[in-house]
């Protein structure tokens, strides 16, 4: 187990991209900056794209006000009916604590609700209002034609080639 | 510009992954689950490998309490003499405000001191300590380790498409 420390300090480190860098857009690779090791680790790549993603997602999504945790909580509790916090904290990989926050966000929009569970009367699950189907619906054709854009510099094939060693990473080594 | 409200609440929504899942470790993939269109996208795609890597880096740097920012941080302060705190916030793409967390944690670890820079004096550069610079080698042996360790399940040569393909997310499109 690590200490509570680096966590959570992490949690408060694990930032979003500048507000301010949006016009300019995050650099990945100033041209007078020493990354030194950085530029040979695989997972200082995945964070590059990760922030450029980052960036056009919210571009993209402003006019909804959504973030990408914010579409995948919504995607989640759509396609899976009497999903509880914490199994929606599991899913996405975050803490309850975070699941919290963005539940809540999502229901000052309008566009989830917390209803009591059948079973458990201390707990409820979390459904997308009426609403929140129909912003659902035009949300995620821009989450596509964000994604397509981020991608198009990317073959069909090499977008599958991506996505496929991307999920290998945290696999044990082949068998010899 | 978007507007702020998505973006602060970003900053709060953007999660380090649960401690409480250390010990499971994060399945991408839960067998019950309904993913939906995440399942098809390249930016969520990158964000599973993100929380299984953040997780091993994490456990592999506990002995140090070093976090992905924190070792980043470390990197680019050392490779670069004479930074500045907004040099560092938008080298490594995060908010002034988070990079001031950043180099708080780091200063309060001994590891880096605030400098009175030459030029300014209401500014200030940021440098290793003696012992950052110590640390630091140990912690960057053990990042590239954590590093391979994660990537054991590709060859060099995918290792190198990876790489590759992922500095091209967010590029315009191939010249017909």
Redesign the interface.
């Known amino acids: 187990?690590?200490?509570?420390?680096?966590?959570q300090?992490?949690?408060?480190?694990?930032?979003?991209?500048?507000?301010?860098?949006?016009?300019a857009g995050?650099d990945?690779h100033?041209p007078d900056?020493?990354?030194?090791?950085?530029d040979s680790?695989?997972?200082?790549?995945?964070?590059?794209?990760?922030?450029?993603?980052?960036e056009?997602?919210?571009?993209s999504?402003?006019p909804w006000?959504?973030?990408?945790?914010?579409f995948?909580a919504l995607?989640?509790i759509?396609?899976?009916p009497h999903l509880k916090l914490t199994d929606l904290?599991?899913?996405l990989?975050?803490?309850?604590s975070?699941a919290v926050?963005?539940v809540d966000?999502l229901e000052a929009m309008q566009l989830v609700e917390r209803r009591p569970a059948p079973a458990d009367r201390r707990a409820y699950s979390l459904a997308l209002t009426h609403g929140g189907r129909k912003t659902l619906e035009a949300v995620?054709e821009a989450?596509?034609a964000?994604?397509a854009r981020?991608?198009?510099?990317?073959s069909p094939e090499?977008?599958a080639?991506?996505?496929s060693?991307?999920?290998?990473?945290?696999?044990?080594?082949?068998a010899a």
Chains 1, 2 share one sequence.
Do not use: C, W
Request: glycine fraction near 6%.
């Open positions: 187990m690590a200490p509570a420390t680096p966590r300090h992490g949690n408060r480190e694990a930032l979003a991209p500048d507000p301010a860098l949006q016009d995050f990945p100033l900056v020493d990354y030194g090791v950085l680790l695989v997972g200082y790549a995945i964070r590059r794209a990760q922030i450029r993603i980052y056009d997602f919210v571009t999504l402003a006000q959504i973030t990408p945790p914010r995948s995607i989640i759509a396609r899976n904290a599991r899913i990989g975050i803490a309850r975070g926050l963005l966000a995620t989450v596509r964000h994604d981020i991608a198009q510099a990317l090499e977008q080639t991506l996505k060693l991307l999920s290998r990473l945290g696999m044990p080594p082949p």
